[in-house]
Nanobody
Framework: VQLQASGGGLVQAGGSLRLSCAASGSTFGTWDMGWFRQAPGKEREFLAAIRQNGGVLYYAESVKGRFTISRDNAQNTLYLQMNSLKPEDTAVYYC??????????????????WGQGTLVTVSS
């Protein structure tokens, strides 16, 4: 299983970006998926998660109302639409996949696969 995150870049505060995470394999639709980020000197932070069929979503308070997680199981792709970006959103963003149902989607250690990360830089 490979996860390939893309879509990061440099954006001004208040701008938007959409991250993508392309997954290999034919079992994407059976995985719970999540987005995390890690800023320099900080721990990895949960952002959002989505159940296998896309019907249930979870968000961290820090991004609720600004970020939207979605998935296209036919395209084996996970997305994170990020709006109203702030300088404190600057970080490396990671997608992650968990085989089966996750009891606590916010817990990074419970995910089985990770993408390589894509850097998002928000300038003030």
């Amino acid at each position: 299983v490979q996860l390939q995150a893309s879509g990061g870049g440099l954006v001004q505060a208040g701008g938007s970006l959409r991250l993508s995470c392309a997954a290999s394999g034919s079992t994407f639709g059976t995985w719970d998926m999540g987005w995390f980020r890690q800023a320099p000197g900080k721990e990895r932070e949960f952002l959002a998660a989505i159940r296998q069929n896309g019907g249930v979503l979870y968000y961290a308070e820090s991004v609720k109302g600004r970020f939207t997680i979605s998935r296209d199981n036919a395209q084996n792709t996970l997305y994170l639409q990020m709006n109203s970006l702030k300088p404190e959103d600057t970080a490396v963003y990671y997608c992650a996949a968990a085989r089966g149902y996750m009891r606590v989607p916010e817990t990074a250690s419970l995910y089985d696969y990770w993408g390589q990360g894509t850097l998002v830089t928000v300038s003030s």
